[in-house]
């Protein structure tokens, strides 16, 4: 079902969807930049590659790749961060960004669209109908209107807050997130130094104002660069010296270019930035570089953009900047830094320590020029190097894993030393501690850094430390920020975090802070800033918005949270992955032609992939190719890394090596299914013959795929037996399992009964019957409630929101025509309405139509795979004459069912719900047994013993289900002395091993066993 799948997320995430992805799943996903097109064979990646992971900007601000993606079609295309491709509207104009065109755009190229936020709703109901316009054009047509519009979401999205997120035991997934803010005071030389900085930064933005109608772009680029140079004064004496030097020098080289080509001091001049692409949607694209991008395209800016106009004006900036290097460099010499005795402060008190040893912790800062000199700062303070680590953009992707990981597990590393590299995309758990030693602009960012620790497997309330110079401008705005924002922390606990964002909606914090610093003069400015963060805060104002955000009243409460976790438990214990994986990729590799060599625990070596296998994955493969060698495989994720050796490839049902061996396997072994086998139930005392049958059946919509066939909702696979009266019934997930092959001296000895009249009647044609009168049904009408409860809601929504919006097009169009009678002059012409009123009527008309097709859903006739005939033990044994054989199955029959009914009441005198699930072949267990506070279940497969039995056998099904729950598996074995049974003993993780592919049983030393066991508790 899904074969080609883009993941389209922001610059700073790519790198990390492709690792998790590898990591979590062994999925392979390729990135694709500008020089993956230059480098594709067929000059369109998106032709050439299945699975690619794409940035954000790249595809919203390139229409030449747009235009690559145009021809081609997608499975599924997932959209990291969706709330990016917003729009808004001005009046009642829409203004569509490039994020949002190109959300639309990719809607149009995919069966399935998924668009992933935490902030879908930014508090406005017409802005977040726009953005719902992405998943569902006609259903969210048009600006919203207040008591027009219906508003259920339910059917399309899934939202629940962090904060409220459960695990199974009923405890919060997320722990309590605390943020405290760390108030210091400047030096009388850093007040001096803040304040000739903010007085040129004011002055410089004030000239960048004349350009507001001349050179709109020159003026967001001089207003962007001084704001990052005001930032870089915050955050350290280095970064600040650093930052006026090297505008000095590039200002200084621009004088120099300008004097030789003007000659002249009042010839004007223009500025001069690589950043041609400074439009409106800039700074948002800026927050979602890469570190290292981001850092790079910052440091043009500060250095390279000036508001000076003429020779003359930029050698007085040059001159001003002189005076600022040198005061930078009397406080940088002088080793007065008020921001870092603060750090120490909170370095040597007794919150970060544990044990008499400080915890590990974590440091950003925005600049690497500050990074540098923390590092060289701490490692002094510690008296040792490998105490400090750092994490920064530019930094080669496998020396920040192995800086992670080292400060992950290496007790001597205590402080990670981090730019926003590591504020996405690493996962850092493993500690609680955090400081923002600077503060982002974009309040995202504090929550995204927070969320670094704050993730799942954190068992520890989180700790976030802000330091705060609370007298400078920014800083005043920043610590009434904190203040409030420990006010709402208190009311609505951790779940402001996730709002941070969306919390300013009229103006911008960063907005705010750079108007704070231009009017610092201004009192009545001050008052206005402290207002809209007051109101950003405001309690009412943030619960709306998480109302807002849920969207939705579905809560994941303990109930659901159980029932998902039981249904989880099941699954559990039946599923294919690692074992049966495992052991039939073996088997078939080697039937094949291949040898494996194991190297380490369950992790083998493929010196040589046959050739039929290379071959067979260029004919059926995609573009990831079966390799000639393998130094290390793996069916068991937990076995991907082993220290000392290279990673193994993760082996799954999809990867390109056991899809070739699959196709290969079932080339050869295919027509077999319905040639039919006969089969030994070795659990089967009695003479009954039964034949079982493999039957697929599908269930279809109306929607006609480009082949001319009605396209496939729903597919299943059953199992059903039919006996010589044909009777059928329907027996497990895979009875076959169970079974083993007939031995030749077995088929001829019962050659006979396999030559019976019954057996040769039609007995497909009576399976088929019995599926469709007793299957089908089952498996249709679970379909149709399904898929038509959706359908159905959509043609209700659908119809709803398009009907509302003709007839405010025909109501608009009668009135702009009575104007024009009037002779009035209209903006828009009664034609135009009118116009828009018929196109949406042609929506509303296709739309109901495509509905109709999906909504007519039917089934196919259902058809045989294939079938085998089941001979049961008790049989063989007669035709054999090896002993009484009907005395030893009534005997047997007697012991098994005391033994049953002990483990039920032994179990229901224990307080747990026990259910006899015996008759359900293949389970490979007897009894689930349900523990009283949901949840969690034991899974007992029950073994009744004579007193003179000396061994047990187990069949490969029942080792399978105790391998995949090898905590929640017991084997409970019953001695019965004529009919009573003793007090049971239960055995847990009896097996160590799984049975060899061919193996259908395996039998164990009764006595042994029973030493392993205990008595049920």
């Given at each position: 079902d899904l074969q080609r799948c883009m993941i389209v997320a922001p610059g700073n995430l790519c790198e990390q969807w492709q690792d998790e992805l590898y990591e979590k799943f062994g999925l392979h996903f390729d990135l694709v930049d500008r020089h993956t097109v230059e480098r594709s064979p067929s000059g369109n990646p998106f032709l050439d590659m299945d699975r690619i992971i794409c940035r954000l900007d790249h595809l919203s601000r390139n229409e030449y790749i747009q235009d690559k993606i145009n021809p081609t079609d997608w499975d599924l295309i997932v959209v990291d961060e969706a709330h990016k491709m917003s729009a808004s509207y001005f009046g009642n104009?829409?203004?569509?960004?490039?994020r949002f065109l190109l959300g639309k755009f990719l809607s149009t190229k995919t069966r399935n669209f998924l668009l992933m936020t935490a902030t879908p709703h930014k508090g406005k109901n017409d802005d977040f109908h726009a953005f719902l316009s992405l998943i569902d054009g006609d259903r969210f047509a048009?600006?919203?209107?207040?008591?027009?519009?219906?508003?259920?979401?339910?059917?399309?999205?899934?939202?629940?807050?962090?904060?409220?997120?459960?695990?199974?035991?009923?405890?919060?997934?997320?722990p309590e997130r605390k943020a405290y803010s760390l108030k210091y005071d400047l030096s009388d030389g850093e007040a001096t130094l803040y304040k000739l900085v903010t007085t040129y930064v004011r002055e410089e933005m004030n000239r960048a104002e004349r350009f507001v109608d001349t050179d709109g772009r020159r003026r967001k680029q001089v207003g962007f660069a001084l704001t990052v140079l005001q930032r870089r004064l915050a955050s350290s004496p280095e970064a600040i010296y650093q930052s006026l030097i090297r505008r000095k020098q590039r200002l200084e080289d621009r004088l120099t270019e300008e004097e030789l080509l003007k000659r002249g001091h009042d010839i004007s001049i223009v500025s001069q930035t690589s950043l041609t692409a400074f439009d409106d949607d800039f700074i948002s694209d800026f927050d979602d570089l890469p570190d290292d991008e981001l850092l790079e395209q910052e440091e043009q800016l500060v250095s390279g953009v000036s508001a000076a106009q003429t020779i003359k004006e930029l050698k007085i900036e040059i001159q001003t900047l002189d005076g600022l290097v040198k005061e930078a460099e009397k406080i940088r010499n002088s080793g007065i830094d008020k921001k870092w005795d603060e750090l120490l402060k909170l370095l040597e008190s007794n919150i970060l320590f544990e044990n008499g040893k400080l915890r590990k912790l974590i440091i950003f800062t925005e600049h690497k020029d500050t990074l540098k000199y923390l590092t060289n700062r701490l490692r002094s303070f510690f008296g040792t190097d490998e105490s400090v680590v750092n994490i920064y953009g530019g930094m080669h992707r496998d020396e920040r894993k192995k800086n992670q990981d080292t400060f992950k597990n290496d007790k001597n590393v205590l402080i990670l030393v981090a730019t926003d590299a590591a504020s996405e995309g690493i996962n850092l758990q493993f500690t609680n501690m955090m400081i923002n030693y600077d503060l982002p602009w974009n309040p995202n960012r504090i929550e995204q850094r927070f969320g670094r620790i704050h993730r799942i497997g954190q068992e520890l309330v989180c700790h976030l430390w802000n330091l705060v110079a609370h007298e400078t401008r920014e800083g005043s705005v920043f610590d009434r920020l904190f203040e409030k924002l420990e006010e709402a922390r208190e009311a609505l606990g951790g779940k402001v975090f996730d709002v941070l964002g969306s919390a300013f909606t009229s103006t911008s914090l960063r907005d705010i802070?750079?108007?704070?610093?231009?009017?610092?003069?201004?009192?009545?400015?001050?008052?206005?800033f402290e207002t809209v963060v007051d109101h950003a805060m405001d309690i009412d104002h943030l619960t709306n918005l998480l109302e807002m955000n849920a969207l939705t009243n579905e809560v994941f409460d303990q109930t659901k949270v159980i029932a998902i976790k039981e249904e989880m438990e099941k699954v559990e214990a039946r599923k294919l992955q690692p074992h049966f994986i495992e052991s039939f990729f073996i088997a078939a590799f080697k039937k094949l032609g291949g040898s494996l060599h194991l190297r380490e625990k369950r992790r083998y070596e493929i010196m040589r992939v046959p050739v039929s296998i290379i071959r067979r994955d260029r004919q059926i493969g995609d573009h990831t190719p079966v390799q000639p060698k393998y130094h290390r495989i793996c069916f068991d994720k937990n076995f991907i890394k082993y220290e000392g050796k290279p990673d193994a490839e993760f082996v799954t049902p999809g990867h390109p090596l056991m899809n070739s061996i699959l196709d290969l396997i079932k080339e050869s072994y295919l027509p077999l299914l319905k040639q039919g086998a006969i089969l030994i139930n070795e659990d089967d005392c009695g003479d009954e013959v039964k034949v079982l049958f493999f039957v697929e059946h599908t269930i279809k919509d109306g929607?006609?795929?480009?082949?001319?066939?009605?396209?496939?909702?729903?597919?299943?696979?059953?199992?059903?037996?039919?006996?010589?009266?044909?009777?059928?019934?329907?027996?497990?997930?895979a009875p076959y399992l169970d079974y083993r092959p007939a031995s030749e001296n077995e088929i001829e000895k019962v050659s006979g009964l396999i030559d019976e009249d019954w057996i040769k009647r039609d007995l497909e044609r009576r399976i088929i019957g019995f599926a469709a009168e007793m299957i089908v049904p089952e498996h249709l009408g679970g379909v149709k409630v399904r898929k038509l409860k959706y359908i159905n809601k959509a043609k209700e929504q659908v119809r709803h929101r398009l009907t509302k919006e003709i007839h405010y097009w025909d109501h608009r169009g009668n009135e702009l025509k009575s104007?024009?009678?009037?002779?009035?002059n209209v903006r828009m012409n009664s034609g135009q309405a009118f116009k828009r009123a018929e196109d949406l009527s042609a929506r509303l008309e296709k739309r109901m139509d495509e509905l109709e097709l999906e909504a007519h859903i039917t089934p196919a006739v259902p058809f045989v795979i294939g079938g085998a005939i089941v001979i049961p033990k008790g049989l063989v044994m007669d035709l054999e004459q090896t002993g009484p054989?009907?005395?030893?199955?009534?005997?047997?029959k007697i012991v098994e069912e005391a033994a049953m009914i002990k483990i039920m009441d032994t179990e229901r005198s224990l307080g747990r719900i026990p259910e006899d699930v015996s008759a359900?072949?293949?389970?490979?267990?007897?009894?689930?047994?349900?523990?009283?506070?949901?949840?969690?279940?034991?899974?007992?497969?029950?073994?009744?013993?004579?007193?003179?039995q000396d061994s047990v056998t187990v069949t490969r099904n029942e080792i399978m289900a105790c391998l995949n729950k090898p905590d929640d598996f017991r084997l409970a074995i019953v001695k019965v002395d004529d009919g009573n049974a003793q007090d049971p003993v239960y055995v847990k993780e009896p097996f160590d091993s799984e049975p060899g592919f061919a193996q259908i049983s395996a039998t164990y030393n009764l006595k042994e066993l029973i030493k392993m066991g205990y008595s049920p508790e």
């Open positions: 104009k829409l203004n569509m960004t490039k048009g600006k919203y209107r207040e008591n027009v519009h219906l508003v259920d979401t339910s059917d399309i999205m899934r939202r629940l807050i962090k904060e409220d997120l459960l695990k199974f035991d009923g405890r919060k997934l997320f802070l750079k108007d704070a610093i231009r009017y610092t003069d201004d009192p009545q400015r001050k008052i206005e929607v006609v795929l480009q082949n001319g066939s009605n396209r496939t909702i729903s597919k299943q696979i059953m199992f059903s037996e039919i006996n010589k009266n044909f009777n059928v019934e329907k027996v497990g997930y104007k024009e009678q009037a002779g009035k054989v009907v005395a030893d199955s009534h005997a047997r359900q072949r293949g389970l490979g267990y007897d009894i689930l047994s349900a523990f009283p506070d949901g949840g969690r279940y034991l899974f007992l497969e029950v073994k009744g013993k004579g007193m003179d």
